[in-house]
């Protein structure tokens, strides 16, 4: 499914059938960048996002933008296939309980620092990293809050999964924040033609900001990774100590849905920002999930040369933090998530930000996408953690 606008200069394709204003418009800044190439790409999910649509991918020449990668760099998915077939609900709490006493939430961190060698390589890493590496050394292994998550799921294919949602914590915004401050004071040092409030400040890839930015990215990609592994490996252990040692887990599956990187695309090397897009390059396995009332997809990528070979990272807000917690019905969600057989959080009129209210329907969303990726294997929650 592709519409196209075509006012810009250059044109915008989307998959996305229910596009708020403010979302379109930030896609109109981004396709008048005169650095912007080909065309821009709005996923199934995309809403506003802080300069950048997010569900939005955009191919670049010559420049990278903080702000197309967004403050959580590296934040993404990872999923394991589990070897069991059924999981009684008390096994199931008693899981969760293990979850919840391994693995800090929210603004929480771990009160000894984590394993050093499980930590990305420090070498010619930027100078705001290494301030804040110790504090990362803490936050390691945890999950962090907003629509973060640890989820039991039973899979089409009769087996337990679960997956995790997370990023680099702190250690992505930092980096974030010191790159796009650093890229609005030269592009007004530049008298750049880029406007100020579109929030798109660049930094020119033969400097050595940008240089700087690129390795600091990829470093908190790569913590971020890290992060998850080691949070998949203390959930493992909960398993274990509730079904014994005979549980066994599938390879991992880890997909990054924040961050630009070098590719080829029309027969040219350019840098593509996903800004809550997933890779889906042809036969590539990638992770799509839903909220947490709804189902969540293992999928293959088609590599749809018009996305950038790229699909939706989730459903897709369809509704502020603010907006949810004010408007939606705290018992309908209940009930809503009560009559699966959820076990959930949701216990306040707070915790309707992450409901299931607040999110895209995850079936238009693939539906919109069949062009994009294939579905391997459907999903349905049994159990959430979330941040």
């Not at 293990?98 to 620092?113: C, E, N, Y």
């Not at 530049?190 to 033969?206: G, K, M, R, S, Y």
């Not at 309908?332 to 930000?353: F, M, T």
């Not at 992450?354 to 994009?372: C, F, P, R, S, T």
Request: proline share 3%.
């Amino acid at each position: 499914m592709i519409n196209i606008n075509s006012t810009e200069r250059i044109p915008i394709k989307m998959w996305v059938s229910d596009l708020e204003e403010s979302a379109l418009k930030q896609a109109e800044n981004l396709a008048n960048l005169p650095f912007a190439f080909k065309h821009v790409a709005l996923m199934p999910d995309a809403h506003c996002g802080y300069g950048m649509p997010i569900g939005g991918v955009l191919a670049t020449q010559g420049v990278v933008i903080p702000n197309a990668v967004g403050v959580d760099i590296g934040c993404g998915m990872c999923a394991v296939k589990t070897n069991i077939e059924d999981l009684d609900s008390e096994s199931l709490k008693k899981i969760m309980s293990g979850i919840r006493s391994r693995i800090p939430l929210g603004f929480s961190k771990h009160v000894q620092a984590q394993d050093e060698s499980l930590m990305p390589e420090v070498e010619h890493i930027p100078e705001v990293i290494k301030t804040h590496y110790q504090n990362a050394l803490y936050q390691l292994g945890t999950l962090g809050g907003g629509n973060h998550f640890i989820e039991i799921q039973y899979g089409s294919d009769n087996c337990i999964w679960v997956m995790i949602h997370s990023g680099s914590r702190n250690l992505g915004k930092q980096v974030a924040d010191y790159y796009n401050k650093l890229a609005k004071s030269l592009n007004s040092r530049w008298h750049t033609q880029v406007p100020a409030n579109w929030d798109l400040a660049f930094l020119p890839i033969e400097n050595q900001e940008a240089k700087e930015y690129l390795k600091g990215m990829q470093y908190c990609v790569d913590f971020a990774f890290a992060n998850r592994k080691l949070m998949m490996e203390r959930v493992q252990e909960a398993f274990k100590s509730v079904l014994s040692e005979s549980v066994e887990f599938s390879e991992i599956i880890n997909i990054a849905h924040n961050y630009a990187a070098w590719e080829n695309h029309f027969g040219k090397d350019v840098i593509i920002h996903r800004k809550g897009a997933t890779s889906a390059r042809e036969g590539e396995i990638g992770i799509i999930p839903g909220s947490q009332g709804t189902k969540s997809y293992i999928v293959e990528g088609l590599g749809n040369p018009q996305s950038f070979h790229s699909c939706s990272h989730g459903a897709g807000r369809k509704m502020g933090r603010k907006q949810a917690q004010r408007e939606l019905d705290l018992q309908e969600e209940i009930n809503r998530l009560d009559r699966k057989g959820i076990i959930h959080a949701i216990r306040r009129q707070k915790d309707l930000d992450e409901a299931a209210g607040a999110y895209k329907d995850i079936h238009q969303v693939m539906e919109n996408q069949k062009d994009l990726v294939k579905i391997l294997v459907e999903l349905e929650p049994l159990a959430v953690v979330k941040g």
